[in-house]
T-cell receptor, first 112, second 113 residues
Framework: KNQVEQSPQSLIILEGKNCTLQ??????????LRWYKQDTGRGPVSLTI?????NTKSNGRYTATLDADTKQSSLHITASQLSDSASYIC???????????FGAGTTVTVRA | DTEVTQTPKHLVMGMTNKKSLKCEQH?????MYWYKQKAKKPPELMFV???????INESVPSRFSPECPNSSLLNLHLHALQPEDSALYLC????????????FGDGTRLSIL
């Protein structure tokens, strides 16, 4: 069973609207949680990284939250743009472990 | 532009061919990774090099052979691949130590005929 679950699997939103992606994890011991954006045919690009003590992190129109007690994270996209169309992947790292636990990703499609 | 450079971007090869994928980074990172990614799936870890030494091999078939000639370069030698090996092969690098953020290249799209 995957230790990182993302929802929804995909979503379609209109340009200018907001959306929120969810990530639940069971990875332990927890080190940090990262959100990556992956455009079609490109490698993943890091958006945010949060450790246990951080509960929110912003990067432009992207805001990630983390609740380490409930092991949940969200990624909020504000005022979406066509260029936000991509797969968003939640990745959790264990302490001192090179191996990452990847979620299956949420595919976001922004339409004009 | 990505700070991890992978070449070639696309590769088509037959099952009897021998080819190599290359990855280069100049960020001073001492950990480098190979991942395999199938369509609409997350990346799967194949190999990890730390300080130019292989530290993780995720039970990858021997037809994939990694090589780390120096701290900036990572190669993946391919031989006798199967059609199911067709995928996007991603290279990543990070500072040494498992908690460090990994920086990904744009990958090599590999097709096996």
């Amino acid at each position: 069973k995957n230790q990182v679950e993302q929802s929804p699997q995909s979503l379609i939103i209109l340009e200018g609207k907001n959306c929120t992606l969810q990530c639940n994890y069971t990875v332990s011991p927890f080190s940090n949680l990262r959100w990556y954006k992956q455009d079609t045919g490109r490698g993943p690009v890091s958006l945010t990284i949060m450790t246990f003590s951080e509960n929110t992190k912003s990067n432009g129109r992207y805001t990630a939250t983390l609740d380490a007690d409930t092991k949940q994270s969200s990624l909020h996209i504000t005022a979406s743009q066509l260029s936000d169309s991509a797969s968003y992947i939640c990745v959790v790292s264990r302490s001192n472990d090179y191996k990452l636990s990847f979620g299956a990703g949420t595919t976001v499609t922004v339409r004009a | 532009d990505t700070e991890v450079t992978q070449t070639p971007k696309h590769l088509v090869m037959g099952m009897t061919n021998k080819k190599s994928l290359k990855c280069e980074q100049h960020m001073g990172h001492r950990a480098m990774y190979w991942y395999k990614q199938k369509a609409k799936k997350p990346p799967e870890l194949m190999f990890v090099y730390s300080y130019e030494k292989l530290s993780i091999n995720e039970s990858v078939p021997s037809r994939f052979s990694p090589e780390c000639p120096n701290s900036s370069l990572l190669n993946l030698h391919l031989h006798a691949l199967q059609p199911e090996d067709s995928a996007l092969y991603l290279c990543a690098s990070s500072q040494a130590g498992g908690r460090r953020p990994q920086h990904f290249g744009d990958g090599t799209r590999l097709s096996i005929l």
